[in-house]
């Protein structure tokens, strides 16, 4: 097991067909205790319910806005009371919304930077003091293909520019904080096949995106999760500041 005896923060893991979900039950199976945190608290309870315990401890779920600066500091308070420690941070919540630079209002702008970027600043600074009293910790923050070719899979150019910040933010922390033990990676994923599109794929989208994956098919949410389980495990000791494609080849650079 690859995460016997640690124990990790995920947000935005209560979604059901979700990657941290996924991630969470990889997690569980690697041997982690794991704390869902999503704005969705009752699915958030749900989702840690029903996780495999791990040596019969269960897991927890919160409620948490990432993009509230005092609901992360509450949340990583009541994480630590319950679980002891925190090992690892998964920055994975995120919201999208698939429309063209023109359209963006103020409010489109504010939200979407918000829980793409803020959110994992502001969790990140709560979780960090604890980690580098550690002297150790792993941090993966979720970014995506559509920060590296400038979208054009489903989201905005604000969601792009929200991820491509993760990539600055996430690499920045990676230099600071190296001297303390704690690593800073990202994850870029291409197309998963999960809720966050809402059902705005149309055939047609999917079938053009295909033709543009060597490896021809979407990712699945277990793909993303196998490179969170990898990062947030010894394996990846000495990796930090890394950018991991997740993307079947859409994108070879
Ligand atoms: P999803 O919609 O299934 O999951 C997103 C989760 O984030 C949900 O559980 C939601 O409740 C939660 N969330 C939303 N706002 C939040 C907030 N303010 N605070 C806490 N939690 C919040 O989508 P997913 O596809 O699993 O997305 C997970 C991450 O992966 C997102 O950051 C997304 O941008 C990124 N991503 C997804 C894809 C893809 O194709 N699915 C590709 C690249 C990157």
């Known amino acids: 097991m690859l995460l016997r005896g640690k124990t990790a923060i995920i ?60 609901a992360c500091v509450k949340a990583v308070e009541a994480v630590i009371a319950k679980l002891g420690q925190i090992d690892i941070l998964i920055n994975n919540a995120g919201v999208t919304q698939p429309v063209k630079l023109l ?37 993966a923050c979720m970014s995506s293909v559509s920060a590296q070719r400038g979208g054009g899979i489903f989201g905005g150019p604000h969601y792009s520019a929200a991820k491509a910040g993760v990539l600055g933010l996430a690499k920045a922390m ?36 295909l033709e ?3 490896l021809g098919r979407l990712g699945e949410a277990a793909d993303v999760a196998g490179i969170y389980t990898f990062l947030a495990s010894d394996l990846s000791a000495y990796v930090t500041g890394a950018v991991i494609d997740v993307n079947g080849g859409m994108l070879i650079h």
């Not at 999960?194 to 794929?201: E, P, R, V, Y």
Request: proline share 7%; glycine share 12%.
């Open 11 to 70: 947000t935005g893991a209560a979604s059901p067909r979700g990657i941290g979900l996924a991630t969470a039950r990889r997690f569980a199976a690697e041997g982690a205790r794991v704390a869902i945190l999503d704005i969705d608290g009752p699915a958030a309870e749900d989702a840690a319910r029903n996780l495999e315990p791990v040596n019969g401890q269960p897991h927890l779920g919160l409620a948490c806005n990432v993009a509230d600066k005092q």
């Open 103 to 139: 359209d963006i209002t103020p409010g489109d702008w504010d939200r979407i930077q918000d829980v793409n970027l803020k959110g994992i600043l502001f969790l990140s600074q709560a979780v960090i003091p604890h980690m580098q009293k550690r002297k150790s910790g792993s941090i």
């Open 174 to 209: 990676a230099r600071e904080f190296g001297p303390d033990g704690i690593r800073v990676n990202c994850v870029t994923p291409g197309l998963i096949g999960t809720d966050i599109t809402a059902g705005k794929l149309t055939d047609e989208m999917r079938a053009k995106i």
């Open 212 to 214: 543009g994956i060597p």
